[in-house]
């Protein structure tokens, strides 16, 4: 009988993980965003190295692995992290942007875990800005003297999103507060539900959705409705976008309408240009919280995989609204103006 060498058994044991990593089909990916900014509001000023301006920075892990008659495991784990200073994003969680596992056949993916909620699935992409993090277009996931349902993430959550069909696609989902009480009520405190449609064919792309969370042990509700649009016309591609945010209950009956459109304007293939107006208004009586701003970005490509860019955003509040942009919180009824120039490189 042939016996094995150490080295051989050596070289078998490192062979084992390239086993299983081509069976299971893991990608290691990641993206860095840094940025020197400026920022002004009152008598307050603010400068130095900021992140995550159009995307967070972000390590992860995704895979999934065949097994077989059309099924698929599937998951991901997403870490969020500060590049400026390595500290870890969400609250120090390990995996806080995303965390989850699932099942995938031609009936669609069902999946269980910290994910982003189908409101953020429906409204962040018609923004050409990207929804950056100090774009106006951000007034959308404000919180002001009416609270939102529109939240990025949730934890505990159950989502289904279903196969494309003739360019429609739904997402729903459901997700569990966890709270320990001694009334029904008060154990679905922060328990909510979404619902997208979205629909994608050639140039055009559209989605509505609706969210509701509940806020507190006594059953207070708020829900957030929403649409956005968009139409590809090759060098400019416009979009809109509207949210209504309402509360009911013990949260109180107020009522918030935000709207915003913008422009993604490509001067060339390596040069891109992103406008953005957006208005938020509020009836909460005297408490209603209105602003308005815009914001306007140039993006330069240097590759497929790393772009510099610079931006500029005006937030305008009104009365005693005190919304922000950036790292300053203004005070009531005070502008907030930043200026940035910055790098991201995904890997």
């Given at each position: 009988?042939?016996?094995?060498?150490?080295?051989?058994?050596?070289?078998?044991a490192?062979?084992?993980?390239?086993?299983?990593?081509?069976?299971?089909?893991?990608?290691?990916?990641?993206?860095?965003?840094?940025?020197?900014?400026?920022?002004?509001?009152?008598d307050?000023?603010?400068?130095?190295?900021?992140?995550?301006e159009?995307?967070g920075?972000r390590?992860g892990f995704?895979g999934?692995?065949?097994?077989?008659?059309?099924?698929?495991?599937?998951?991901?784990l997403?870490s969020?992290f500060?590049?400026?200073?390595g500290?870890?994003?969400?609250?120090?969680?390990?995996?806080?942007?995303?965390?989850f596992?699932?099942l995938?056949?031609?009936l669609?993916?069902?999946t269980?875990?910290?994910?982003?909620?189908?409101?953020?699935t429906?409204?962040?992409?018609f923004?050409?800005?990207?929804?950056?993090?100090?774009?106006?277009?951000?007034?959308?996931?404000k919180?002001g003297a009416?609270?939102?349902?529109?939240?990025?993430?949730?934890?505990?959550?159950?989502?289904?999103?279903s196969?494309?069909?003739?360019?429609?696609?739904?997402e729903?989902?459901?997700?569990?507060?966890?709270?320990?009480?001694?009334?029904?009520?008060?154990?679905?405190?922060?328990?909510?539900?979404?619902?997208?449609?979205?629909?994608?064919?050639?140039?055009?792309?559209?989605a509505?959705t609706?969210?509701?969370?509940?806020?507190?042990?006594?059953?207070?509700?708020?829900?957030?409705?929403?649409?956005?649009?968009?139409?590809?016309?090759?060098?400019?591609?416009?979009?809109?976008?509207?949210?209504?945010?309402?509360?009911?209950?013990?949260?109180?009956?107020?009522?918030?309408?935000t709207?915003?459109?913008?422009?993604?304007?490509?001067?060339?293939?390596?040069?891109?240009?992103?406008?953005?107006?957006?208005?938020?208004?509020?009836?909460?009586g005297?408490?209603?919280?209105?602003?308005?701003?815009?914001?306007?970005?140039?993006?330069?490509?240097?590759?497929?995989?790393?772009?510099?860019?610079?931006?500029?955003?005006?937030?305008?509040?009104?009365?005693?609204?005190?919304?922000?942009?950036?790292n300053?919180?203004?005070?009531?009824?005070?502008?907030?103006?930043?200026?940035?120039?910055g790098?991201?490189?995904?890997?």
């Amino acid at each position: 009988m042939q016996r094995l060498t150490a080295p051989a058994l050596v070289a078998a044991a490192l062979a084992l993980p390239s086993l299983a990593m081509a069976q299971s089909n893991v990608t290691v990916y990641g993206l860095i965003d840094l940025n020197l900014s400026y920022e002004k509001s009152g008598d307050q000023r603010y400068q130095g190295v900021h992140h995550g301006e159009l995307n967070g920075s972000r390590l992860g892990f995704r895979g999934n692995e065949d097994l077989g008659n059309g099924i698929k495991a599937l998951f991901v784990l997403e870490s969020g992290f500060d590049p400026s200073t390595g500290i870890a994003e969400q609250g120090g969680r390990l995996f806080g942007r995303q965390s989850f596992v699932g099942l995938e056949n031609g009936l669609g993916r069902l999946t269980l875990g910290r994910q982003y909620s189908p409101a953020f699935t429906a409204l962040n992409p018609f923004d050409a800005t990207g929804n950056a993090v100090r774009s106006a277009g951000r007034l959308l996931r404000k919180t002001g003297a009416v609270k939102p349902a529109y939240e990025v993430r949730f934890d505990n959550m159950v989502k289904y999103r279903s196969p494309k069909l003739a360019g429609f696609e739904v997402e729903a989902g459901y997700w569990l507060g966890e709270k320990v009480a001694t009334t029904s009520t008060a154990r679905k405190e922060g328990d909510g539900q979404g619902l997208t449609l979205l629909y994608a064919n050639a140039a055009f792309a559209g989605a509505l959705t609706t969210q509701s969370v509940q806020r507190d042990a006594s059953g207070g509700k708020v829900r957030t409705s929403g649409v956005g649009l968009a139409y590809d016309f090759g060098i400019v591609k416009p979009y809109f976008a509207w949210s209504e945010d309402k509360e009911s209950g013990t949260v109180g009956n107020g009522k918030a309408r935000t709207w915003s459109v913008s422009a993604e304007i490509r001067v060339n293939p390596a040069n891109t240009v992103a406008l953005s107006y957006a208005d938020r208004n509020e009836s909460d009586g005297a408490a209603g919280e209105d602003a308005s701003g815009w914001s306007a970005y140039y993006l330069h490509a240097l590759s497929k995989r790393t772009t510099l860019y610079a931006g500029y955003s005006q937030l305008s509040n009104e009365d005693g609204a005190n919304y922000s942009i950036g790292n300053i919180t203004p005070a009531a009824g005070d502008k907030h103006r930043v200026m940035m120039a910055g790098m991201r490189h995904r890997f």
